[in-house]
């Protein structure tokens, strides 16, 4: 079984920053790419940056310039910093792992930007 386990939301005032983290545990190998996406409410959830096994990233147009995501391949954790934070960021952020054996997907960590 496979747990993912994010953390660093919160409420952060526009401009701010905020570094969410996650965390794999369990029956997890050879990763291949580490996701993360967001869910506003009462919308779809959307992938907001990628990050492959070789260290190729990728960004959702939104964002491109104000986040960046990261991985510690020895933790199996996977970061997204976020910068200048707009409302329209606000969401819950989710954690997305694919491996050899499937997707899995943590229960996320709220965002919300406020002044």
């Known amino acids: 079984q496979v747990q993912l386990v994010e953390s660093g939301g919160g409420l952060v005032q526009p401009g701010g920053s905020l570094r969410l983290s996650c965390v794999a545990s369990g029956s997890i190998s050879s990763i291949i790419a580490m996701n993360w996406y967001r869910q506003p409410p009462g919308k779809e959830r959307d992938m907001v940056a990628g990050?492959?096994?070789?260290?190729?990233?990728a960004y959702a147009h939104p964002v491109a310039g104000r986040f960046a995501i990261s991985k510690d391949n020895a933790k199996k954790a996977v970061y997204l910093e976020m910068n200048s934070l707009q409302p329209e960021d606000a969401a819950t952020y989710y954690c997305n792992v694919v491996d050899s054996s499937g997707s899995y997907w943590g229960k996320g960590t709220l965002v919300t930007v406020s002044s």
């Open positions: 990050i492959h096994a070789d260290g190729r990233t």
